[in-house]
């Protein structure tokens, strides 16, 4: 998957070449013909709009792309409008394809979060060792914090929860307890206390 404005044909040639599979938006300005119309799912999925074979015609485009490709229109009912993508994948049906290009803004929030929440925006070492343990650690991070997310019963936002557990990353707490009543007032000790006695004199 693709941000919506990548449209870099030959290195989406290059993908096709070594079977990489890619799915990216539809820029309007791309010039193509339709080779195929295929038949869509009758009474399924009906906000799937269009699912063609088409060919690039562009002078440019097409040489850097000449090989078929298959283009996807559907309804977003959520925003309104009409999202179409284009794929080089001619065996999954056209709601998989619209669906996996949808999943896209997860992922981009996914790493969103790790750049910004764990202020990941440069590495300390250099060797190949030192960035993929940065990356992993920040993953298995991002992934421990969306999991207690889930987990507890009070709606936190993952920046607020981040904040609270930085603050109370040595205090003793009940984690679950903690995530469900992150405010709940903490019982007085009792106003009577019993000293021990230091000194028997008997």
Request: glycine share 2%.
């Amino acid at each position: 998957m693709a941000d919506r404005y990548y449209n870099d044909f030959s290195l989406l040639n290059v993908w096709d070449s070594t079977g990489v599979f890619f799915v990216i938006r539809h820029k309007e300005n791309i010039k193509f013909t339709t080779i195929k119309e295929r038949d869509l799912p009758e009474n399924k999925h009906p906000h799937l709009l269009k699912d063609e074979i088409i060919e690039l015609t562009g002078t440019g485009s097409k040489k850097k792309y000449p090989k078929r490709l298959r283009r996807v229109a559907l309804w977003d009912e959520k925003n309104g409008q009409v999202i179409e993508v284009i794929t080089n994948n001619m065996t999954w049906c056209a709601n998989t394809i619209t669906e996996l290009y949808k999943s896209r803004w997860n992922i981009e929030i996914f790493f969103r979060d790790i750049k910004q929440l764990l202020h990941i925006k440069s590495f300390i070492g250099t060797s190949e060792n030192a960035v993929m343990i940065q990356i992993w650690t920040a993953l298995i991070t991002i992934l421990i914090l969306k999991y207690l997310k889930a987990l507890a019963k009070y709606k936190w936002y993952l920046s607020n929860l981040v904040a609270f557990l930085r603050i109370n990353l040595f205090v003793k707490i009940e984690l679950q307890k903690w995530l469900d009543e992150p405010f709940l007032k903490k019982e007085k000790p009792p106003d009577i206390y019993k000293q021990g006695v230091l000194f028997d004199f008997s």
